[in-house]
């Protein structure tokens, strides 16, 4: 009788990770699908060197929002997955206070470089930077859900987003600048916001900022450094290729992100459904944590590989043409090292959910610190031979030697983390 309650128990457990991980992959499809969207929609609008500023904005956001997670969202998955709800609640108070006084603060940040910096240019900045508040915010509303099992919310929030976006799009393209659908992307961001805002029954707590940051200072500051490494590698590569190679060949570098937009998508917010979920198997079967680590890269890494397959195989030219307009002659040269470089990227997602997992930030960040340094480097060095395609295959090649950089780490995480019984022979 025991075996067979054993066996109830682990098949009613697998079900239950099934079932928020489908509601992961639900909220991924949709924030997917709208990036997707938001960039086909204005690289068609705009031309490849205003699409080229529109980027550099795109992966300023990115750096932002790795900080709010480092310091806000990610401490609160790894320390309020499926605990008491009242537990849950105080923290997600503190937690989403602490996400819109970074928006606010690198907003204001963001307004003031624009106003010193000419042209487009700057006008992009100022814009990203009223948006940010609500950027921020409602990134954090899909963390709390996730730390809590509520997928379905943070998925109804994001169809939130993206019902708002569709008129504000439209809007901006009377306008036709980068400065419009920046803001129309931003602000249709603030009505999932303050939905957020209803479906939680609270407002972020700004007075929970200090007492928050003390009582997370062992994970915040680290998975902060962790976060920016990754993101602002991104940047800093972004901004070189313009330095070195033009801003056209920016816009050429985000058109081939773009293309693989669905699963650069869900890498950059994985950590929304699995590192809560490899917290749970490390506290219910800490010997299973290595194998999902492994399945979650290796189902990824594959998704990755069919969507390349079928960008090279399947879209013909004047598809591509409708979809990127004049980007996509230059981006469609870039597909197989983006694909590549998404592949081995799919392990990083892998290795570092078990290492969040088992709260080991000082084995991610010396991980992470050294993958983004690989990346910049590859990134650059491909740049100055070869201009956005050189870049695209220093890019993938880095990316393979860094996704064994965090491989080698995990292991040595589990091997520090492994049960006393289960290290005697």
């Known amino acids: 009788m025991a075996n067979v309650r054993d066996r109830a128990s682990g098949t009613s457990g697998l079900r239950a990770m099934a079932g928020r991980l489908s509601w992961g992959l639900a909220d991924q499809a949709v924030s ?46 790894v320390r309020f997955s499926g605990v008491d709800p009242r537990r849950w609640r105080a923290a997600v108070a503190q937690s989403s206070g602490t996400a819109l006084a970074v928006g606010s603060a690198s907003g204001a940040l963001s307004v003031l ?41 943070a998925f109804t929030n994001d169809i939130v987003w993206a019902i708002a976006l569709v008129p504000a799009l439209m809007l901006a393209a009377r306008t036709g600048s980068v400065v419009a659908f920046l803001l129309a992307w931003g602000l249709s961001s603030a009505v999932a916001a303050c939905y957020g805002c209803v479906q939680t029954g609270m407002i972020p707590r700004i007075g929970g900022v200090r ?7 062992d994970l915040g500051f680290r998975y902060l450094v962790e976060n920016v490494s990754n993101s602002g590698g991104s940047q800093l590569r972004m901004y070189g290729l313009g330095a070195i190679s033009g801003l056209a060949d920016v816009g050429t570098v985000r058109g081939a992100e773009l293309l693989l937009g669905p699963f650069l998508a869900v890498l950059m917010g994985l950590s929304l459904a699995t590192v809560a979920e490899a917290a749970r198997v490390r506290r219910s079967a800490p010997h299973r944590l290595r194998l999902f680590c492994l399945l979650l890269g290796t189902g990824q890494a594959a998704a990755a590989t069919m969507w390349g397959l079928a960008l090279l195989l399947l ?22 090292p983006a694909t590549l470089s998404v592949v081995a990227a799919s392990f990083f997602t892998g290795a570092a959910a078990g290492l ?23 990134g650059l060095l491909g740049a100055w031979a070869g201009g956005a395609l050189g870049s695209a295959w220093g890019v993938a090649a880095a990316n393979v030697l860094g996704a064994l950089v965090w491989w080698i780490q995990l292991g040595r995480g589990l091997r520090e983390h492994q049960p006393e019984e289960m290290r005697t022979p």
């Not at 705009?46 to 550099?56: K, N």
């Open 211 to 217: 007492p928050w940051l003390r009582d997370h200072r």
């Open 356 to 378: 969040r997992a088992l709260g080991a930030a000082r084995r991610s960040l010396r991980s992470q610190l050294l993958a983004s340094s690989l990346y910049v480097t590859g």
């Open 113 to 153: 470089v624009g106003l010193v910096v000419p042209g487009p240019l700057g006008s992009a900045f100022v814009a990203l930077g009223v948006v940010l508040p609500a950027l921020l915010t409602q990134d954090s509303w899909r963390y709390a859900f996730f730390a809590s099992g509520q997928g379905c919310k």
């Open 315 to 336: 879209v013909p030219d004047h598809v591509g043409e409708y979809l990127l307009g004049s980007v996509w002659e230059s981006a469609s040269a870039l597909i197989v």
């Open 32 to 77: 997917s699908l709208t990036n997707f969207a938001v960039g086909i929609f204005v690289a068609r609008s705009l031309g490849v060197t205003a699409f080229g500023i529109f980027s550099l904005a795109w992966v300023t956001y990115g750096v932002l929002v790795n900080v709010s997670r480092g310091l806000a969202t990610d401490p609160l998955v």
